[in-house]
C-alpha cells in the first residue's frame, strides 16, 4: 500500500482531526490521528493490517507467537494484526495507572511477542507495553504502528515497522505557537492526566 492510499485511508475514515489536542506525551499538537475511526470499519481495519503485516521480514515474521497492544489505541489494531499474521491477540491495560496483563492472557516463558500499537508519538507508551509484556514472561523481537509520528524521534533495540509515517509538530504546552494558544485543548486518550 503506497503513502496516498493509507493517508486516503484515513480521510476516508474521517480519522485526520485539526485542532489543539493534549496528547498522551502531555504534549501538545494541531493534528491528530484518530485510529479509532480508521478501525471503525472492519474491512479497512483488515486491509491496513495485512500492508503492515507484509512488510515484515519472513524470517522475524514466522517467529512472532502472539501479538500484544497497549489499550485502548491498541486492541483493534493488535487484533487485526494478529489475524493478518494468524496469532492470537492479547493486550496491556492500565486500570490502576501501569501497563499490565490481565483478563487470564498469559504468555509462556519467552514467548516471541510482536508489540502493536495505532500511533508512536514520543515512543513512551510502546516502552511501557514492552516492559509490562517482558514482566509478564514475553520477549518482544518487533513492534508495528499504523502510524509513526516521532519523526524518527522514537528509537528502539527492536525492528519498528509502521505503515506510515508523518511529520506532524508538537509542542511543550508552555512553549505554543499563538494560534493552537488560542483554541482550547481537548485530550482524546485515556492515559490519565498526569
Ligand atoms: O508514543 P506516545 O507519546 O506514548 O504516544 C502514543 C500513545 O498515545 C495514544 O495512547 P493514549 O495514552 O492517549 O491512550 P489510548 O490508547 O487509550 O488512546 C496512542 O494510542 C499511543 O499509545
Ligand atoms: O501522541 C498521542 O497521544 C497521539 C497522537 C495522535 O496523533 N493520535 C493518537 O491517537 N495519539
Ligand atoms: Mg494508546
Known amino acids: 500500500m503506497t503513502r496516498d492510499e493509507v493517508l486516503e485511508e484515513f480521510r476516508a475514515a474521517d480519522a485526520l482531526l485539526e485542532g489543539h489536542f493534549i496528547l498522551s506525551s502531555g504534549l501538545r499538537s494541531s493534528r491528530y490521528l484518530q485510529c479509532a475511526r480508521v478501525l471503525m ?9 495485512e500492508a503492515l ?22 486492541v483493534i489494531a493488535g487484533h487485526e494484526m494478529a489475524r493478518a ?3 492470537e491477540a ?18 509462556e516463558p519467552g514467548q516471541k ?19 509490562a509484556i517482558e514482566e509478564a514472561g514475553g520477549q518482544v523481537i518487533a ?7 516521532s519523526g524518527g524521534k522514537a528509537e528502539f533495540d527492536i525492528p519498528f515497522f509502521a505503515l506510515i509515517e508523518l511529520d ?10 499563538p494560534e493552537l494558544a ?8 485515556s492515559r490519565a492526566a498526569a
Open 41 to 49: 470499519d472492519p474491512a479497512r481495519g483488515s486491509r491496513l493490517a
Open 53 to 74: 503485516a507484509a512488510q515484515i521480514p519472513a524470517e522475524l515474521r514466522i517467529q512472532i507467537s502472539a501479538v500484544v497492544s497497549p489499550a485502548m489505541g491498541g
Open 85 to 87: 499474521l494468524g496469532v
Open 90 to 107: 492479547m493486550f496491556v491495560e492500565r486500570p490502576t495507572g501501569s501497563f499490565e496483563l490481565r483478563r487470564g492472557f498469559r504468555l
Open 113 to 131: 511477542v510482536l508489540m502493536m500499537e495505532d500511533v508512536v508519538t514520543t515512543g513512551l507508551s510502546s516502552r511501557e507495553a514492552i516492559k
Open 143 to 149: 513492534m508495528a504502528s499504523l502510524v509513526d509520528r
Open 168 to 177: 506532524v509538530p508538537a509542542y511543550q504546552p508552555d512553549a505554543l505557537p
Open 182 to 189: 488560542a483554541i482550547p485543548p481537548v485530550k482524546p486518550g
